[in-house]
């Protein structure tokens, strides 16, 4: 249990993905204040199978790490080479379904609730776990199965919100059947962990359809959202995080938001809320500052946002895709092959260029959140896969302050919800924000001219050269 605690539960990296409750039925994930799942009665008192629960846990490694666990997944996928943050793949694309109104009714270029909708029809599974508005009171999504194509788009679009998979696991256990879910990076990878420790649950979910995830938000983040819309945390029904407006580029989305408002049932629609950036951090669950695996490792096939300006100009909405097993891969590509998707390759460069600032967060500049929380005294994990890129000063400083607003953020929620007055978060947050927007201004001002100098310094380098060879040649 000590070494559990220490990596795990006093670092507060419990993912609140509800695995253990496979392992432990008695451990059952409960939203907490915060806005976040964890698991009741797993504290310093807890006697159930610990070394078990440790194995299956992101931050335990018991069983591998995700680049582990995906070569024995994906044995014959080439590996990345020099690119090893984008994991074993077949193919890199963007794109989107090029059929029905998929498109139209994602939040991107529709691919996930297409390809889910494919597996379904063609009878590869029974059913799709995946994160849906819930059926009764309480969270506003929850993990639930749908079993038929209708039921499955209407699981479509993009839910920054967190959910638990134990419901779900327990009643694909029960009744049978094969499952593909749908996960961020590591609630994909406890599952493939889990699946190693208990092989029925790779039986009963053959496919896992990854998502690029910037990071995971706590409940409260919606709550936040419908407040300076106007509707209390209380009174918000419903919550569409991504509505895409026509005209406008894709990155330039709506929030819709539903709720009651003096009796009356109200929709607000804004696209400039206060807490909408994410490079804010705010409402950022603690185990994404984290999470190394930016383009989900272990997963079957894997959708993202095509941020990038050749494709964020169509409002419509695009996708990125990396393709990992061969089923899949075969999948989508074939479909493309017949005009049912939209698909062109793209370099690996190009695909991390359309995830810059996950890259960013999850790779090059971990180590400064890393050093900088050790020499508090915090614990931290052993970063998988260093960075070769040094993290400069500013860059450093932009880190930390990310993350002390994320951190703040979740004290001064609780702090306005007990005054029940929104203007108390704002006061709380206006400090750390500046200090994060200083080291922000501070960063771009400085960063042009050392990238004009690089430039000249590249250009001399390479005249250079030429005239050596220019040199050579004449004296050959």
């Not at 009741?40 to 629960?53: A, M, N």
């Not at 508090?376 to 930390?400: D, F, H, W």
């Not at 922000?440 to 001399?460: I, V």
Request: charged share 25%; glycine share 8%; proline share 4%.
């Amino acid at each position: 249990m000590d070494e559990f605690r220490r990596q795990v539960l006093d670092p507060n990296l419990d993912i609140g993905s509800g695995i253990y409750s496979a392992i432990d039925p008695n451990l059952q994930p409960r939203l907490n204040q915060r806005g976040e799942y964890e698991h009741e009665g797993l504290d310093s008192t807890y006697r159930g199978p610990v070394e078990l629960l440790h194995q299956v846990s992101a931050f335990g490694g018991g069983l591998g790490r995700e680049d582990e666990v995906a070569a024995e997944l994906f044995p014959d996928a080439p590996s990345a080479g020099q690119n090893t943050v984008l994991g074993r793949h077949r193919g890199l694309y963007a794109g989107y379904v090029n059929e029905g109104d998929y498109r139209t009714n994602g939040s991107s270029g529709g691919l996930a609730t297409w390809v889910l909708v494919e597996l379904l029809e063609t009878k590869a599974i029974d059913g799709v776990i995946h994160l849906k508005a819930s059926a009764g009171t309480g969270p506003l999504f929850e993990y639930r199965i749908s079993r038929t194509p209708d039921e499955t788009r209407q699981g479509a679009k993009s839910r920054y919100y967190p959910g638990q998979l134990a419901n779900v696991l327990a009643e694909a256990a029960e009744l049978g059947g094969r499952y593909a879910v749908t996960a961020i990076p590591s609630f994909a990878y406890e599952l493939r962990l889990l699946q190693q420790l208990r092989p029925e649950y790779a039986e009963r979910i053959p496919y896992i359809i990854g998502l690029i995830c910037g990071h995971q938000k706590t409940a409260n983040y919606a709550l936040q959202l419908a407040w300076r819309a106007g509707i209390h945390p209380e009174d918000l029904e419903e919550i569409d995080f991504r509505k895409k407006i026509p005209g406008r580029p894709s990155n330039k989305y709506a929030t819709e938001l539903r709720g009651n408002v003096n009796g009356q049932v109200v929709t607000a629609e804004a696209t400039e809320l206060f807490g909408m950036d994410w490079g804010l951090g705010m409402f950022k669950a603690n185990f994404s500052d984290f999470t190394e695996d930016a383009f989900n490792e272990t997963a079957d096939i894997v959708l993202g946002d095509a941020w990038l300006p050749q494709y964020t100009a169509d409002s419509r909405g695009t996708n990125v895709v990396i393709t990992r097993s061969a089923e899949l891969h075969d999948l989508v590509t074939s479909a493309s092959q017949r005009g049912r998707l939209k698909l062109e390759i793209i370099s690996p460069k190009l695909m991390m260029q359309s995830q810059t600032g996950l890259m960013r967060q999850n790779f090059q500049e971990v180590s400064a959140r890393y050093n900088y929380l050790a020499k508090r005294g915090e614990y931290v994990p052993a970063i998988r896969r260093p960075s070769r890129k040094r993290v400069s000063m500013l860059r450093r400083r932009i880190q930390i302050e990310r993350l002390r607003t994320s951190r703040v953020s979740h004290d001064a929620w609780l702090l306005a919800v007990r005054a029940d007055d929104l203007a108390a978060f704002d006061r709380r947050m206006e400090a750390p924000i500046e200090r994060y927007r200083r080291a922000q201004r501070t960063e771009r001002r400085l960063r042009k001219p050392r990238e004009a100098l690089g430039r000249l310094w590249r250009k001399l380098q390479s005249r250079s050269a030429l005239i050596a060879a220019s040199i050579r040649g004449a004296r050959s």
